[in-house]
Nanobody
Framework: VQLQASGGGLVQAGGSLRLSCEVSGRTWTIYSMGWFRQGPGKARESVATIAWSGRNPNYADSVKGRFTISRDTYKNTVYLQMNDLRPEDTAIYYC????????????WGQGTQVTVSS
């Protein structure tokens, strides 16, 4: 499975961005998809996850009510709509997939930089 993340950029606090993760390859092996981020000097953290069916979205407490994860089944693309961005959202954002509920997330894409200025 190959993952290609895009859509990052520089935005002012309160602004919005939409990240895209294009998925190709053995998509039938995917159980769920996730967006993760790693800020400067911080450990990587989970931001949002969603079943490959597009159901059961889950969010980190820090982004609930501001971010929305979704999947376009026709395009095999997973999105992360980010609204009301804050400087603490600044990070490299990665998408990843896992093959079952017991698997670790893997096949990380190259990441896309999101920078939020105050």
């Amino acid at each position: 499975v190959q993952l290609q993340a895009s859509g990052g950029g520089l935005v002012q606090a309160g602004g919005s961005l939409r990240l895209s993760c294009e998925v190709s390859g053995r998509t039938w092996t995917i159980y769920s998809m996730g967006w993760f981020r790693q800020g400067p000097g911080k450990a990587r953290e989970s931001v949002a996850t969603i079943a490959w069916s597009g159901r059961n979205p889950n969010y980190a407490d820090s982004v609930k009510g501001r971010f929305t994860i979704s999947r376009d089944t026709y395009k095999n693309t997973v999105y992360l709509q980010m609204n009301d961005l804050r400087p603490e959202d600044t990070a490299i954002y990665y998408c990843a997939r896992r093959g079952n509920s017991h698997d670790n997330y893997r096949d990380w894409g190259q990441g896309t930089q999101v920078t939020v200025s105050s």
